[in-house]
């Protein structure tokens, strides 16, 4: 509730204000402003989670981290001949762990070209972490995916999208150029640390274009859509943003949308999309750099 012991009720204004204004949200992409005149833009994440969810959690049950090797084993190899066949370029966010225990699969999306990213350490939330054990974990985790992967990462993705006070200080002291976590607009935004312009891009995310609520993994006293029915939405969301010349981001987990009846979804997507003319289909560093390239020179294209 509060370090403070008192009800949100009681907050003074400045308290309030302080709070909502400590990440703000500034110089909203343009609508329709899209590289190669292009209609709309299209980004694809995955988050290769697999079992660090389970460990993240301190779970050590073999039923439920055979739920996240699955991932490795089946859906990863599934989800980059889906973006092969069609060309397109992703951003794969990477928790450390994920990398140490399957290398054949970043492997894989190196060799692929797809753009990687930072996830944390082994999938923990920066919630749970004092201000100076999420500034050391930052940096490890920088370091450990520069030489896992070859290339010093310039985007983050939170785990758990757990945006903390602590995080934007540590995104710019990193010299990231984007962060993915935050949910403040459906176009690339500029973050602000109390008002003052960061620099930072923020490449939106929303729960609406995700996975994990659709198919939870545990499922007991959830819904599951079935999955046409998740096409259904996301072939929604990307026809609006192709009308008004928006972003359209999609976050995937290979443990999930790996299994046959979702894939068959995503590939079915991908082609739905890729039909329409005036589709450019960046990676969140595309997005990220071209949003900021229209900061500094508004009239480029």
Known sequence: MSTSNSFPWEWTEEKWRSMVDEVGASNALDRGVW???ATVAVAISVDVDNETLVLSQGGDGPGL???GRYGARVGLPRVLETLRRLSVPATFFYPVVSTELDPAGLAAVKADGHEIGLHGWIHEKCGDLTAG???????RCADAMETAAGTRPVGLRTPYWDFTPHTLPIIRELGLEYDSSLMADDQPYELLHRGEQTGVTEVPVSWVRDD??????DALGKQVLAPREVLRIWQDEFDLAYTEGGLFS??????IIGHRSRITVLRELLSYIASHSGVWFGTHADVARHAAARREHPARR
């Not at 054990?133 to 940096?139: C, D, H, M, S, V």
């Not at 994990?212 to 993994?217: C, K, R, T």
Request: proline share 16%.
């Open 35 to 37: 590289p190669r005149n």
């Open 65 to 67: 981290l055979s739920q």
């Open 250 to 255: 999609l976050a995937l987990h290979p443990h």
């Open 212 to 217: 994990a609520p659709y198919f939870p993994d």
């Open 133 to 139: 054990q999420e500034r050391e974990l930052a940096l």
